[in-house]
Structure formats: C-alpha cells, structure tokens
C-alpha cells in the first residue's frame, strides 16, 4: 500500500496495491498489522457503517465529544469530496480542513484520527460509503458543525446548493462551540 500525508499530517491517503487484467481486478482492502505499522499505535475499530446517496447529498460535519470516532473511509460506487476538520483544541492544525476525492476508480481510503469533524459530498450520480469506526455511534455525544461555516471556508465543489438533513443544515459554526480563534 501507498501511504500519503494531508496538509493535517495526521489525516492519511491510504492507497491500496491494486492487481487488475481482463478479468478484473484484487485488492486487500484492510489489514491491521499494515494498519497499525502506517499510523503509529494499535487502532481497534468496533463498528463498520456503509450508506448510499444521491448526487449532491452532502452528509456532515459530524463528531462525537466525548466518544470521538476514528474513521477509515473509502467509496465502493461513484465518487465523493471527503473533508476532515480537525477540532482537537491543543493541535497545531486546530480548525483546519482537508478535502480528497475518493472513488470507486482510485480506490483511495482516508484515515480521520480521532478528534475530526467529518463530512462528504456526492460528486457521482450515487455513491457508496464505507467506514470503519473507533468507537459506537453515540447519538447524545454526536456535533455537527456547519457545513457551510465562513470561518473554516471549506472549498467544497458545488454548482448548486447542496441536499442537506435537517440536523446538518442546522448545524452550529465553529465559534459557537468552540469559543476560540483558529490558529
């Protein structure tokens, strides 16, 4: 596997080794012992999650405080904009985003560590996303920052407005929940 840093060096870009002819293609997916050697530290990951949406879905920013979830994500079908917001108050990279294509064609898969917003939007006609996770969904721990919140100008590649949840159409800006400037 290929393994890149973001402009958030603890954000990754895992690229599997890819092995295709005529017939189609192999790849491993995920393996823990690789895993781990690429990050640093035992991950142990409790629960995988995979949904499907529509052109213009935009999904996020969620996170869970306290509980925060490490995710490693990858698109199976069609292609998304993938954004990490790290919200760890005490990093150097503290209110800064980053944003990749993952798609089914490059096979890319991010690792968010814990302490990120996260969120995605639909570039493909559909898409489906899968992730693993670090911790259970908690409902009465989950945030969502807006996605739309001038203060962190996430540069998302929009030609019209987004379809948005309720919830993430309301959620809070940055300044709001975190009463602090951005280094």
């Known amino acids: ?23 189609g293609f192999f790849f491993e997916s995920f393996n823990q012992a690789e895993f781990e050697a690429t990050v640093g530290r035992k991950v142990n990951f409790v629960q995988d999650n995979h949904s499907k949406s529509a052109k213009g879905v935009l999904r996020g920013l969620h996170y869970q405080n306290p509980n925060p979830q490490g995710k490693l994500v990858r698109v ?12 760890r108050t005490n990093s150097k990279t503290f209110g800064r985003w980053v944003g990749e294509i993952l798609s089914a064609e490059n096979k890319r898969q991010l690792w968010i560590p814990e302490g990120f917003a ?10 489906e996303f899968l992730y693993k996770t670090t911790d259970f969904y908690a409902p009465e721990y ?27 159409e309301n959620g809070q800006l940055f300044s709001e929940i975190f009463k602090v400037k951005i280094i």
């Open 1 to 23: 596997m290929n393994v890149n840093k973001t402009a958030i060096p603890d954000v990754l870009i895992i690229e599997p080794k890819v092995f295709g002819d005529e017939r």
């Open 76 to 87: 199976t079908q069609g292609e998304v904009f993938d954004v990490a917001v790290d919200i």
């Open 118 to 127: 996260h969120g995605f939007l639909v570039l493909s006609d559909t898409a």
């Open 142 to 168: 989950e945030g969502c920052l807006r996605w739309d919140d001038p203060l962190l100008s996430i540069k998302w590649p929009l030609n019209q407005s987004p379809r948005v949840s309720s919830k993430d």
